[in-house]
């Protein structure tokens, strides 16, 4: 099931909320031209993620983001389940992607889900301290390698109280990263705005359908192929709205994508 254009509008209105601006050295893209080429990195969690043939119809946004960007903007998905902003560095995993980026490509950020896991000192970060440092460390890779960073809030997780209305489940991590976003002069996608709200004009039981809700797991995390593709369109209008990327950049926005398009490889 896709989206209509008015429930993608009414998502924007409802969430409309202050942002961070960009400073002036990282402001806009450029509008005039052929579209731009590159590479666009993520650096998440597994709501963004790369699924593979045994987690099917389980689906991350990144594997849809390409159906929005021009093809020669490149994606390359880092996003890795149960990673949090310090077990991913941790890990090495920045470093491969630092290893990677060139000059006039974009690095999205995207942790909040698993930080928050007090119980597990490998992934918990604290929002105002910890978090927002090892975000830091992404932000200043990036631009040490004349790459772009842009930071973008957890898109939220599936969750209703007794009355119908959606409720956050990400604590201070949002407001922590805008914040910084705001601090580091940083473009800020607030994806945990705009999910929220998109899952309360869809309501208790349509956004299960955005869910990966099986005949055998109901959970209210992670996506199905309409619901990675609902996110992934909310997280272009976000590229556009912040001018990280241009008109010229992206399409069909406004179109239905068919579910066919998502295809999960085996694993390596």
Request: no cysteine; aromatic share 8%.
């Amino acid at each position: 099931m896709s989206l209509t254009r008015r429930q993608i509008a009414a998502a924007a209105l409802i969430a409309a909320v202050p942002v961070a601006a960009a400073s002036p050295a990282h402001a806009t893209a450029s509008y005039g031209g052929a579209p731009r080429t590159g590479t666009l990195f993520i650096a998440g969690d597994s709501t963004a993620a790369q699924k593979y043939a045994d987690a099917a119809p389980e689906t991350g946004w990144g594997m849809a983001l390409p159906f929005f960007l021009h093809e020669t903007l490149k994606v390359s998905n880092h996003a890795v389940n149960g990673r949090s902003s310090k077990s991913f560095v941790d890990e090495g995993r920045l470093d491969a992607i630092l290893a990677a980026i060139r000059p006039g490509d974009l690095l999205l950020i995207q942790f909040g889900h698993n930080d928050a896991k007090s119980d597990d000192p490998t992934r918990y970060t604290e929002p105002w301290t910890t978090y927002q440092d090892h975000l830091r460390l992404y932000i200043a890779g990036a631009r040490a390698r004349g790459a772009r960073p842009v930071l973008a809030t957890s898109v939220e997780r599936r969750r209703f109280d007794a009355n119908g209305t959606a409720r956050p489940s990400h604590g201070e991590y949002p407001a922590a990263m805008r914040a910084l976003a705001e601090a580091e002069g940083v473009a800020l996608l607030d994806i945990q705005a705009l999910s929220i709200a998109l899952w309360q004009e869809l309501g208790v039981e349509e956004t299960k359908k955005y869910f990966n809700w099986t005949e055998t797991e109901q959970d209210n995390t992670h996506f199905n192929p309409p619901g990675a593709i609902a996110v992934a369109r909310l997280v272009v209008r976000e590229l556009l709205r912040t001018r990280v990327l241009a008109p010229r950049d992206v399409h069909r926005l406004d179109d239905d994508i068919p579910e066919s398009w998502i295809t999960w490889p085996q694993a390596a």
